[in-house]
């Protein structure tokens, strides 16, 4: 069992950063790739970034390539998403995933995932 607890959104400007954290409880939490997906109002939730626990290879949606930024802290079960330069179109509401194997793009993939943050960017 994997528990996860997002934090770090909210109400930002355009242009600025935020940080969110994934807080994830369970022993093999060092051992899982983790994924940020996002899910804004009447879309599907599609892919972010993910990142390996095999050697920290990471990966990005095409769409935050350069400004989103995904690390982990495995002595701290907790995985991070640095936004920076946010836009109007960032906003949507951001979740954490946890899967066995090696890191996927597709959410299907996931089979734990927390409650969500919401990120507003306004222009």
């Known amino acids: 069992q994997v528990q996860l607890v997002e934090s770090g959104g909210g109400l930002v400007q355009a242009g600025g950063s935020l940080r969110l954290s994934c807080a994830a409880s369970?022993?093999?939490?060092?051992?899982?790739?983790m994924g940020w997906f996002r899910q804004a109002p009447g879309k599907e939730r599609e892919f972010v970034a993910a990142i390996s626990w095999r050697d920290g290879s990471t990966y990005y949606a095409d769409s935050v390539k350069g400004r989103f930024t995904i690390s982990r802290d495995n002595t701290k079960n907790t995985i991070y998403l640095q936004i920076n330069s946010l836009k109007p179109e960032d906003t949507a509401v951001y979740y954490c995933?946890?899967?066995?194997?090696?890191?996927?793009?597709?959410?299907?993939?996931?089979?734990?995932w927390g409650q969500g943050t919401q990120v507003t960017v306004s222009s």
């Open positions: 995933a946890s899967r066995p194997g090696d890191p996927a793009r597709t959410q299907y993939a996931y089979d734990y």
């Open positions: 369970g022993r093999t939490f060092s051992v899982r790739p």
